[in-house]
């Protein structure tokens, strides 16, 4: 088993930034793969980011790239996800989650382990 804790969110105004941590215990590896996906009221949960076990490759959506950096410290079996540029409809609760196969990582379903997820919110 694997546990994640997810912290960092909050508010914060148009423009302004915030970094989330996800930190893994237990059976946690640095091969894992780790993605970030978020849920805001009403829609259904989506693909953020990720990042690969073995050689850290990243992956984005569309609407985060050039704003969102994924990064992770094995050392620390912490993932990263450091949001600059922010906007109102980047509001959500962003949820961590890791998954020891090393391919479709863009895929919620494909994940293995969830963190119970941390709110960020945007104001205008």
């Known amino acids: 088993q694997v546990q994640l804790v997810e912290s960092g969110g909050g508010l914060v105004q148009a423009g302004g930034s915030l970094r989330l941590s996800c930190a893994a215990s237990?059976?946690?590896?640095?091969?894992?793969?780790m993605g970030w996906f978020r849920q805001a009221p009403g829609k259904e949960r989506e693909f953020v980011t990720a990042?690969?076990?073995?050689?850290?490759?990243?992956y984005y959506e569309d609407s985060v790239k050039g704003r969102f950096t994924i990064s992770r410290d094995n050392a620390k079996n912490t993932v990263y996800l450091q949001m600059n540029s922010l906007k109102p409809e980047d509001t959500a609760v962003y949820y961590c989650?890791?998954?020891?196969?090393?391919?479709?990582?863009?895929?919620?379903?494909?994940?293995?382990?969830w963190g119970q997820g941390t709110q960020v919110t945007v104001s205008s």
């Open positions: 989650a890791a998954k020891l196969r090393p391919y479709e990582l863009t895929v919620l379903t494909s994940y293995d382990y």
């Open positions: 237990g059976r946690a590896s640095s091969w894992y793969a």
């Open positions: 990042i690969s076990g073995r050689y850290s490759n990243t």
